[in-house]
């Protein structure tokens, strides 16, 4: 029988940064508790809480190998459940009118909806013996004692006329999300909240299936983006024979309404085949939207005092353009260390007052890595008019560079395609080789 280091954790917000938490707490305490404010479905259907379920989502390649290991096997469910595992020659990217180069690669990642892969892993949670998913119940505050330690949460069944209720708890890791209340709460605790970095491009999403039937393109995964464009769209097959078509305007671009609309939209892009691909297919749901502000980071790292017993995890820390498909990706990345500093704390005995400083230092790097593509990506927009950091604008020239060997080398291209899905640093990029193939070409 395993031995569990600490005694009981809970968790707050049960999506995929919560979810992926749980996963590593339970080998670490005794009993973990999550705490989820939907009622969460059995079938793989979106739900409130998670609006962005609708919309197309990219699991990136070290996101899916993460989360394999946490559940060996799920990669073979999800495909036999439909979802589409996606090789570099079946993936088309046309980046400012050009098609990245195809090569033969190991490297592949999954097309599904999110609920497909979002649900599985719930099932996946739920079946932990150690773990209980209280849903249907909202996180109403933090429990602390007289010292300011956090001891639990204050919690609230969304059924009418339920009392409140109180859950004890050793660690509090909040994965409530973009919305977490825990800045506020840190002020009423006369704690500083954390100062608030933006990258303020909004951007709309538009989505909507489509039946996937013949005859098929020569891909089954489409993206198209510029180098900046207003207007973007990603096209993935995924499971029910469905195409997932997600379309994005950028600042005050029109955001298309009805199904006329998104394929006289998809039809505006730079390149046609999107458009082609759906013209005569059959609408399988409405034009649903979502609107996100732009990129938002919580520099909790920076902050020089934090309560003893609470975590951060996911989108609640740091919150990304949703275009760079990175969200789901940095949560797993941040389950694999939270697994490493409790693997620590074991060896001390003790989660220690500063188990949140070290924590938030901890994941620091990888969402410096996140935030960084976002930053070479988002600042092309001259619309934005924020300062720009100084090292982005030659940042900016090369990936420009490498944008365009992209178009033309494999060993330039899959050193790309590596450092986007987080197998390698973006230092990688500026290795001897890939500066020779980059420079190799000529400039447009
Ligand atoms: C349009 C869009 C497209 C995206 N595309 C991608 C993509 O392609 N690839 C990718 O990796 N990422 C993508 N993301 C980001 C990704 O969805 C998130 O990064 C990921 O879900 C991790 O978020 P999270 O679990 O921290 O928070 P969320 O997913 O926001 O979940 C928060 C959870 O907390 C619950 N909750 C909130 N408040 C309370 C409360 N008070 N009490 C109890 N429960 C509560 C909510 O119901 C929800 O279940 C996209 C996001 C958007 C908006």
Redesign the pocket.
Same mark, same amino acid.
């Given at each position: 029988m395993a031995t569990h280091a600490f005694h009981y954790a809970v968790v707050?917000?049960?999506?995929?940064?919560?979810?992926l938490a749980t996963r590593v707490l339970a080998d670490h305490f005794e009993r973990v508790t999550l705490?989820?404010?939907?009622v969460l479905p059995s079938n793989y259907e979106p739900?409130?809480?998670?609006?962005?379920?609708?919309?197309?989502?990219?699991?990136?390649v070290r996101?899916q190998g993460i989360m394999e290991s946490f559940f060996p096997g799920l990669t073979e469910e999800l495909c036999a459940a439909g979802a589409v595992l996606v090789g570099v020659p079946e993936f088309a990217w046309l980046h400012a009118g050009h098609r990245r180069v195809r090569y033969h690669s190991d490297l592949s990642f999954l097309a599904m909806s999110?609920p497909l892969l979002?649900i599985s892993i719930a099932k996946r949670v739920r079946a932990l013996p150690n773990v209980t998913i209280q849903d249907g119940?909202?996180?109403?505050g933090l429990r602390h004692d007289h010292e300011r330690r956090i001891t639990g949460l204050h919690?609230r069944s969304v059924r009418p006329h339920r009392p409140a209720d109180e859950i004890e708890a050793e660690l509090v890791v909040d994965?409530? $999300?973009? &919305?977490?209340?825990t800045p506020r709460w840190l002020k009423e605790l006369q704690f500083d909240a954390p100062r608030v970095d933006q990258i303020a491009a909004p951007?709309t999403?538009a989505?909507s299936t489509f039946r996937r039937v013949p005859p098929l393109p020569d891909w089954c995964s489409l993206v198209i983006t510029g180098a900046p464009a207003r207007r973007a769209g990603?096209i993935f097959a995924i499971e029910g024979e469905r195409w997932l078509v997600?379309l994005n305007a950028y600042f005050d671009e029109p955001v298309p309404d009805s199904h006329e609309e998104f394929l006289a939209y998809a039809r505006s892009l730079p390149t046609p085949e999107l458009y082609e691909a759906i013209r005569h297919s059959q609408p399988l749901s409405d034009v649903v939207h979502?609107h996100?502000a732009g990129s938002v980071g919580h520099r909790y790292e920076r902050l020089r005092h934090f309560p003893e017993g609470l975590i951060m995890?996911?989108?609640?820390?740091c919150?990304?353009n949703?275009?760079? $498909?990175? &969200?789901?990706?940095?949560?797993a990345i941040e389950a694999e260390t939270l697994h490493h500093a409790l693997a620590t704390a074991k060896q001390k005995g003790r989660l220690g007052s500063d188990f949140g400083q070290h924590w938030f230092r901890s994941i620091q790097p990888t969402i410096d890595v996140a935030w960084g593509s976002v930053q070479v990506e988002d600042y092309r927009f001259p619309e934005l008019k924020d300062q720009r950091p100084y090292r982005i604008r030659p940042l900016q020239w090369y990936m420009e560079r490498v944008h365009q060997a992209t178009y033309r080398n494999p060993v330039v291209a899959n050193q790309f395609y590596r450092v986007l899905n987080f197998l390698a640093p973006p230092t990688s990029l500026f290795r001897p080789r890939i500066l020779a193939e980059v420079f190799a070409g000529p400039a447009r």
């Amino acid at each position: 029988m395993a031995t569990h280091a600490f005694h009981y954790a809970v968790v707050a917000g049960g999506s995929m940064a919560g979810l992926l938490a749980t996963r590593v707490l339970a080998d670490h305490f005794e009993r973990v508790t999550l705490i989820e404010r939907d009622v969460l479905p059995s079938n793989y259907e979106p739900r409130k809480g998670v609006p962005q379920g609708r919309h197309a989502h990219v699991l990136l390649v070290r996101g899916q190998g993460i989360m394999e290991s946490f559940f060996p096997g799920l990669t073979e469910e999800l495909c036999a459940a439909g979802a589409v595992l996606v090789g570099v020659p079946e993936f088309a990217w046309l980046h400012a009118g050009h098609r990245r180069v195809r090569y033969h690669s190991d490297l592949s990642f999954l097309a599904m909806s999110r609920p497909l892969l979002e649900i599985s892993i719930a099932k996946r949670v739920r079946a932990l013996p150690n773990v209980t998913i209280q849903d249907g119940t909202r996180v109403e505050g933090l429990r602390h004692d007289h010292e300011r330690r956090i001891t639990g949460l204050h919690t609230r069944s969304v059924r009418p006329h339920r009392p409140a209720d109180e859950i004890e708890a050793e660690l509090v890791v909040d994965a409530t $999300g973009r &919305g977490s209340a825990t800045p506020r709460w840190l002020k009423e605790l006369q704690f500083d909240a954390p100062r608030v970095d933006q990258i303020a491009a909004p951007v709309t999403y538009a989505t909507s299936t489509f039946r996937r039937v013949p005859p098929l393109p020569d891909w089954c995964s489409l993206v198209i983006t510029g180098a900046p464009a207003r207007r973007a769209g990603f096209i993935f097959a995924i499971e029910g024979e469905r195409w997932l078509v997600s379309l994005n305007a950028y600042f005050d671009e029109p955001v298309p309404d009805s199904h006329e609309e998104f394929l006289a939209y998809a039809r505006s892009l730079p390149t046609p085949e999107l458009y082609e691909a759906i013209r005569h297919s059959q609408p399988l749901s409405d034009v649903v939207h979502y609107h996100l502000a732009g990129s938002v980071g919580h520099r909790y790292e920076r902050l020089r005092h934090f309560p003893e017993g609470l975590i951060m995890v996911g989108d609640a820390v740091c919150s990304f353009n949703p275009v760079y $498909g990175q &969200g789901m990706t940095v949560s797993a990345i941040e389950a694999e260390t939270l697994h490493h500093a409790l693997a620590t704390a074991k060896q001390k005995g003790r989660l220690g007052s500063d188990f949140g400083q070290h924590w938030f230092r901890s994941i620091q790097p990888t969402i410096d890595v996140a935030w960084g593509s976002v930053q070479v990506e988002d600042y092309r927009f001259p619309e934005l008019k924020d300062q720009r950091p100084y090292r982005i604008r030659p940042l900016q020239w090369y990936m420009e560079r490498v944008h365009q060997a992209t178009y033309r080398n494999p060993v330039v291209a899959n050193q790309f395609y590596r450092v986007l899905n987080f197998l390698a640093p973006p230092t990688s990029l500026f290795r001897p080789r890939i500066l020779a193939e980059v420079f190799a070409g000529p400039a447009r």
